[in-house]
């Protein structure tokens, strides 16, 4: 290993004094470097950054297909051969500071005036931050190595859930400027960074839950996702918050095939149909105030041999046709912002979206909701359409596929741009 190398992980160590060729004889402990997650990361002068060229070295290799088959593959075998664990460790490894590298080039191509916003600075100085502590990292080789690299990775999906509402946050701003924010054009960004975020944290989560197992999953997948605890858990959280920022809520009544159970991912789940039910309560009560019981929403589960499908119907008035295509905008909102009764964060990590960035559970948000939505149900090969009544309400179409098959991801990691030409992507090869 070069010196260089040696000396970087030497100033990520506690003891900042310790020599560089001791690394050589031993092994410094992942949990024993500096708090790098919870830490705000070290400044970065501008000269070291403009000719250091390793982020634009690692966004110019070509990533790793993730694909379904593999993730099943790997996660059945490494319930028996801890090879397998420490295989995954190394791709993860391998590539996260690939995808990171790629969204940072996305950043630094954009406006001035954008990447100066103190929300966007800060999403680029954590995604600079991780990016150097993984392509710092010694390679995982051993079983105790690994649990450490888990902690660490670990901490890495927790400090980056605030991202999301930080890129919301600065998008806001930015639109705002009189002169400069009808000139953006960020949705293509916007898009690039959000099914990135996607990827890497199925990526990370995948290799985090095949050391620490679960009964009845599959690393990150639910083998066995019951539709109906995954409704009623939706309709709990959105019913809450209802209550707490009107005072009411409407019904919801759930038909169908309600014991059906699909392999896949509960926290996407969870998020999409939080977000539709949040957004149908939402309606239903501001469209029906003269004090009267609000109609209820109809939750209707329709199960096939490949996939499964969810309609939510609500009486919320339905939305004009000229603004249907605006909802998969990232931040077109009808929320007034100067009014915090109805604001929220948009996290999509717990169940509590918003709640680790400090936001009260409310109605509405940053405009990420939707649109968010559609790209976790298109990342795993679905769709979510909105059909609207305007004057009587709207029905929201969310359909799923099973996560068994030859899935793999399509476009999850475009190449920053500029860096096209070099940026084909590779499959990873199945053991």
Known sequence: MPLRTLSRLCRLHNHVDLPAHSLLHSAIPLTSMRQVWTDAPGPVTPESAFYDSTVEQYALQPIEILSL???????????????????????????????????????????????????????????????????????????????????????????????????????????????????????????????????????????????????????????????????????????????????VAPEVTCTGDLQSTIPYIPTHLDYMLYELLKNAMRAVVESHRDGLRPPAIHIRVCEADTDVTFRISDQGGGILADDLSKVWQYGYTTINHQDSSTFSGTSDTNPAWGAESGAQYRMGGLGFGLPMSRLYAEYFGGRLQLVSMPGYGIDAYLNLKRLEGDWQEQHAEPAAPLLTASGDDTRWNAR
């Open 69 to 247: 088959r593999q993730m099943l593959e790997f996660g059945r075998a490494a319930l028996y051969n801890n090879s397998f664990v420490l295989d995954s460790a190394c791709r993860v490894q391998r590539e996260l500071p690939k995808r990171l590298a790629r969204r940072l080039m996305d950043l630094q191509f954009l406006p001035y005036i954008v990447v100066t916003n103190p929300h966007i600075k800060r999403v680029y100085d954590s995604y600079q931050h991780a990016f150097e502590t993984l392509h710092n990292l010694p390679q995982v080789r051993t079983v105790e190595q690994n649990a450490e690299f888990t902690v660490l990775l670990k901490r890495l999906v927790d400090e980056h859930a605030p991202m999301l509402d930080a890129l919301a946050a600065g998008l806001r701003e930015c639109n705002s400027k009189a002169f400069v924010g009808p000139k953006l054009q960020l949705n293509s960004f916007l898009e690039n960074m959000l099914t990135s975020r996607i990827s890497r944290r199925v990526l990370a989560e995948q290799h985090i839950n095949l050391h620490n197992r679960r009964p009845g999953y599959i690393g990150v997948i639910c083998t066995h996702l019951n539709l109906c605890d995954a409704v009623d858990f939706a309709v709990q959280r959105a019913t809450q918050v209802s209550r707490e920022t009107y005072g």
